[in-house]
């Protein structure tokens, strides 16, 4: 049996910036401990680091440096750049290890550590336990002797490198002439690379959240306030608006009507257009619990088939690398195309839709509504202590849930991962009984919550 992770959560390491566990003291550890146990061989060793654009990076990326360095690894420091961009270049560098600094789409005050192994793929949850292992256990008598120090150098073009990576996902020949694009970077790590894509196909690209101070990444912008995004796009009177998260491994867009296109639509579309061209593998997609049953009616009207896996972009992944998939995501935002990147890359997403749009001609509020989403509602219950689910009035109301909506919608109630709280999901036909089985719940739950 593997050991138990206590420090990684469902995306790596995360916490409030020079609070445990997000301190320099951990992320030097972390450094130590995943240094030595990917130095394999007698080869140069090397691992290459990434970052968003908040403050705390500039705490975190130092350590984590020394950290390496201390194991004996070569670190080559990649500056801002979006989290598939780091996966990318940990192959392309034939490195042994790379490394995010990102919270994703959490306010500044927080920071977290991604790891990517030498295929480019987030580390298995097994391999993040033995790591944390390590931490805990004595390092200093395994430490590189001095002469075995690795050394640490910046990549000028690593964003260079991106940009043109990026662009060779885009159908040979076309271009983006004509189109006028809203692309929100929420101020994070795609601040520069996501807006020359863009422009360098030819887009007319009205560019927001590309100013960050280390402090408002994700403020009032990004993947997750999306009402900013579609307020531009009717401002600027564009065709469409992309909106990414602080790391750029998420996509959320507005027609030009400024109505959200979720990632559940976005999958939708991505899975149709493959599918039509014969480039779709596995004879369907890959989902999780939260995607809605209308994406899954849809898909099993064309003859395809959702699978669904736990929340977490990285179980996304691992069910389709099972299943020989190569289209995977999340209602969230999270796009992984196995066929140009071994994570989520919003950008990349992005740009398969925008290719659809140029085939197709029509507006984006028509070619992106690909089904009709089943009424969805979702609520929070914060406890304390022990979790509430196991409690029988909450075990007796849930049957009771689940025997109103029986095969014509579905319940999902979970822990969140990250916060003291359970998840209280249900969609059917009927909004009004989602919306009474929903507050049913929730209300029995807070009642033992404690």
């Known amino acids: ?93 034939r490195a042994d290890l790379g490394v995010m600094i990102s919270a994703s789409h959490n306010p500044y005050e927080d920071n977290g550590i991604k790891l990517f192994g030498p295929d480019g793929f987030k580390l298995s949850d097994e391999t993040e336990a033995e790591i944390e292992a390590a931490m805990d256990g004595s390092l200093l008598g395994h430490l590189a002797k001095p ?9 000028d073009d690593a964003g260079g490198r991106y940009i043109e990576a990026a662009k060779s996902t885009f159908p040979r020949g076309m271009r983006l002439d004509g189109l006028k694009i809203v692309i929100d970077c929420a101020n994070g790590a795609a601040y520069r690379v996501a807006p020359a894509v863009l422009w360098e196909l030819g887009a007319d690209v009205i560019r927001v959240g590309v100013e960050p101070d280390g402090f408002n990444i994700n403020r009032d912008c990004g993947s997750t306030i999306p009402a900013f995004l579609c307020s531009q796009v009717l401002k600027h009177g564009a065709h469409v608006g992309l909106a990414l998260d602080g790391d750029a491994d998420r996509l959320i867009m507005s027609d030009e009507k400024g109505q959200i296109i979720d990632g559940d639509q976005v999958l939708g579309l991505i899975a149709r257009s493959f599918h039509a061209s014969g480039r779709l593998t596995g004879g369907g997609i890959v989902a999780t619990v939260m995607s809605n049953l209308g994406l899954e009616r849809h898909l099993e009207a064309g003859g395809l088939r959702l699978h669904r896996t736990n929340v977490g972009d990285r179980y996304v992944v691992e069910k389709m690398r099972a299943a020989g998939i190569n289209i995977g995501g999340e209602q969230s935002g999270h796009m992984i195309l196995s066929d140009y990147a071994t994570t989520g890359d919003g950008l990349l997403a992005a740009l398969q839709v925008l290719a659809v749009l140029i085939e197709d001609g029509r507006p984006a509020s028509e070619v992106c509504r690909v089904f009709t989403p089943y ?37 999902l109630i979970r822990k969140s991962g990250t916060e003291p709280l359970i998840r209280v999901m249900a969609e059917g036909p009927d909004e009004a009984q989602v919306l009474a089985i929903v507050d049913a719940l929730v209300a029995e739950i807070a009642a033992v919550a404690g």
């Open 1 to 93: 049996m593997s050991p138990k992770r206590r420090l990684f959560g469902t995306d790596g390491i995360r916490g409030t910036a020079n609070t445990d566990p997000m301190t320099a003291g951990t992320a030097l550890r972390l450094g130590q401990a995943a240094g030595l146990m990917f130095t394999r061989g007698n080869h140069r060793h090397r691992v290459v680091i990434g970052k968003d654009t908040r403050l705390s990076g500039y705490m975190i990326e130092p350590a984590l440096t020394a950290g390496f360095i201390g194991a004996g690894m070569d670190v080559v420091l990649l500056g801002p750049l979006p989290t598939p961009a780091i996966a990318m270049m940990t192959r392309n560098l």
């Open 147 to 155: 002469a075995k120090l690795g050394r640490a150098s910046r990549l």
């Open 375 to 411: 009424p969805q509602l979702l609520k929070n219950v914060r406890f304390t202590g022990d979790s509430p689910l196991d409690k029988p009035s909450v075990q007796s109301a849930i049957a009771e849930a689940e025997a109103l909506l029986e095969t014509s919608g579905r319940l």
